[in-house]
């Protein structure tokens, strides 16, 4: 056969691990493996989310196409940390333990740049469990289903194993009939296979609990039409056997005859003979529905946290839990929310049937009533509570059942998920496990969004704090500024630009001489706010004073000094323009303190530095700034920007290499500042495939 690889590398990123189990799906799925696709998903998802939560690099997923099946591994880029073994108990990151118990084989690979995490799947899964202690996790309410001894064929109840095994018990006891019995998760003794003459009982009449004795001490028993289960089966006559394991009843089997007294005490021994035989078929069945489910849980528990994680926007994680929920775990789902009242209500509403969902939502908002905030259980009163009117315009909907459960994250109760059923269909104890476990992932999730959509909020007052409120006119001089963070607002960036009047600003005495400054902290948040603020308000203060542009950076440097281990080393372009005489332009005398030199364009389309490079700020004690002078004419233009322009990067390219930024500007000529400004920003954000990480500045000056 031939040997077949296929490869794709992933950032570390939350929705990488989604793009990984894609990967791999598509891999298998053109290997014709697809009976293996499941596993391999799974598995790939756990490893993944690992690679990502403990590595935090970027990873590397191959699969190859062995003989016996296929061979799938998992590469970070973090050789020298240690493989994590979570807890039974953490939300992610569960690699090893699942990779355990999915994979016919594994292990770890290191070199000295990377560490992998290998797995093999045969070409056939593996129906039932490798290791006998393997744990039972919480399932649906579908019934056992058996399996047959041979083959390792897997039909469901009703099918070959049990048509077999109630024919040879009729056969060999000479009944009228047989039939298996089996137990669901509420006990009650539903039909499983017959033949001859069975009379089912009607549903709910026949529990493990109601049986007698015998059954209940796991024994074969004989019996008149006086048993319980002969009542139930119709019969005069009955020899019946459990289906006996250690974790309990799965059900029963059992020969009936319409005619009295016709079994008798050695007919009863070899039912239960052949009881014992059919309680391990069932058991394999039952251990391989377990496997099943676990898989499936496990599968929608990772798709679902891959997708909560995905969104900070608290409203869209409210609809996305509403529609994990509809149709897999109830008919319809509700989220409700606190407000800073207290007042509990229904945030998102959502039903299997979108004709229904306005009912259900006005439902619900007019019903008097709040879920449970403090534990999970059913909720069944809210109808009750909603006028009349509102009920008769829900109809069938005011009868459904409803389950609550809280939604709480870091000790806060933030409301509930609210899931219901039509009144005839019960909640699967599987469903509400599922629910459960949801709950807690969607709190933290919404617990997020609003933290994030908090952090957000403030972080864009304090940014707007640190710009100035407008941009002054200035006669005989067009200004234009662009102010674009890097990221999603979630930081403070740390470039900042300003332009105001300076010197006497009295009413009856109009500005004369403007300021402007440019500059760039070290790094972004709260440190590097505190000296963007420091220095915006430093710079108008000293200028209200009428300080020189040298000394007001000598200043500026000291006070930065001061801050001690807070300090940011600071880059800034600080000028002063004044206005020509006859309207003939500007002057401006200006420090570039480690700054990107300003950038000055002649009418004629040349491009030239208007400054020299001086020290930066927040470095050197004693430092002596001169000053710059030049002189703008109509039609000359002032670029001033920050590293963000310059080190824009596309590849190992950056903007600024090769005066890359100067043949840029060349390239404005006779536009104006707001023109220039516009063309300089379209060019940063077009020059490389992805989003710029760093924040960008930058302002025009243009004499008109």
Not at 180 to 187: F, P, Q, Y
Request: with cysteine; net charge negative.
């Amino acid at each position: 056969m031939e040997r077949r690889t296929s490869s794709a590398t992933f950032p570390p990123e939350a929705t990488s691990v989604a793009a990984a189990r894609r990967f791999v799906r598509r891999t298998l799925s053109d290997w014709d493996m697809e009976q293996v696709v499941d596993d391999a998903m799974l598995a790939t998802s756990e490893l993944a989310t690992n690679a990502v939560t403990y590595a935090g690099t970027s990873f590397e997923v191959s699969c190859t196409l062995e003989e016996e099946g296929v061979r799938i591994e998992v590469l970070d880029r973090h050789p020298a940390r240690q493989i994590a073994m979570p807890s039974l108990e953490a939300t992610s990151g569960r690699g090893l333990p699942s990779i355990d118990r999915l994979a016919a084989s594994w292990g770890v690979t290191y070199n000295g740049l990377t560490k992998g995490v290998w797995f093999r799947l045969p070409k056939t899964a593996d129906p039932t469990p490798r290791r006998s202690e393997r744990p039972a996790p919480p399932t649906g309410d579908a019934a056992p289903a058996p399996v047959s001894g041979e083959g390792g064929t897997r039909p469901r109840t009703g099918e070959t194993s049990l048509d077999s095994a109630v024919a040879t018990v009729r056969d060999m006891l000479d009944a009228d009939g047989a039939a298996v019995l089996l137990a669901d998760r509420e006990g009650e003794l539903v039909p499983g296979a017959s033949t001859g003459a069975v009379s089912w009982p009607p549903p709910g009449r026949l529990t493990v609990a109601g049986l007698g004795p015998h059954a209940r001490a796991g024994l074969p028993w004989t019996a008149d039409a006086s048993d319980p289960l002969a009542a139930a089966l119709g019969a005069a006559s009955l020899a019946a056997a459990p289906l006996q394991t250690q974790s309990g009843l799965l059900g029963v089997v059992a020969a009936v005859s319409a005619a009295p007294g016709r079994f008798d005490e050695a007919a009863g021994r070899r039912l239960g003979r052949i009881a014992d035989e059919l309680t391990l078929v069932l058991e394999r069945a039952r251990l391989g529905e377990l496997e099943r489910s676990w898989r499936g849980w496990l599968s929608f528990v990772a798709e679902a946290s891959d997708l909560l994680a995905g969104t900070l926007d608290s409203e869209r994680t409210m609809a996305l839990v509403t529609q994990l929920v509809v149709p897999r775990l109830a008919t319809w789902c509700a989220v409700y929310t606190v407000d800073e009242g207290g007042i509990v209500r229904p945030a998102y509403v959502w039903h299997a049937d979108e004709t229904r969902v306005d009912a259900l939502r006005e439902l619900l908002e007019a019903a008097d009533a709040a879920p449970p905030l403090d534990s999970s259980g059913p909720w069944n009163g809210y109808a009750a509570a909603a006028p009349d009117a509102a009920r008769a315009a829900a109809g069938s909907l005011a009868g459904d059942q409803a389950y609550a459960f809280p939604l709480v994250a870091r000790r806060r109760r933030m409301g509930a998920m609210v899931i219901g059923r039509p009144a005839g269909e019960r909640f699967p104890q599987g469903a509400l496990d599922l629910a459960e476990e949801l709950s807690r992932r969607a709190a933290l999730a919404i617990d997020n969004a609003r933290l994030y959509t908090a952090q957000t909020a403030m972080s864009s007052a304090l940014q707007r704090s640190l710009l100035p409120p407008g941009i002054p006119d200035i006669p005989g001089l067009e200004v234009a500024v662009v102010y674009q963070p890097a990221g999603e607002g979630s930081e403070v960036g740390g470039d900042f630009y300003d332009v105001f009047a300076c010197g006497d600003l009295s009413e009856s005495a109009p500005a004369s001489r403007w300021r402007f400054a440019i500059g760039d902290v070290c790094g972004t948040g709260p440190e590097a706010a505190a000296v963007t603020g420091l220095a915006r308000h430093a710079l108008r203060i000293l200028a209200a004073e009428d300080m020189p542009v040298p000394d007001v950076l000598a200043r500026l440097n000291r006070l930065i000094l001061a801050e001690g281990e807070r300090a940011r080393l600071l880059t800034l372009l600080h000028g002063e323009i004044t206005p020509l005489p006859g309207h003939a332009g500007v002057r401006i005398d200006l420090v570039s303190a480690g700054h990107p030199p300003p950038l000055v364009l002649d009418p004629g389309g040349t491009v030239r530095e208007g400054a020299g490079a001086q020290p930066l700020l927040g470095v050197f004690e004693d430092v002596d700034f001169t000053l710059d002078t030049l002189e703008l004419r109509s039609g000359q233009v002032m670029l001033c920007v920050t590293d963000g322009v310059t080190e824009r990067r596309a590849g190992d390219r950056l903007l600024g290499d090769g005066e890359g930024l100067e043949r840029l500007l060349a390239g404005c000529r006779g536009l104006s500042a707001g023109a220039v400004a516009a063309r300089i920003q379209r060019a940063v954000r077009d020059f490389g495939p992805e989003p710029s990480n760093d924040d960008v500045a930058l302002i025009v000056l243009r004499a008109s």
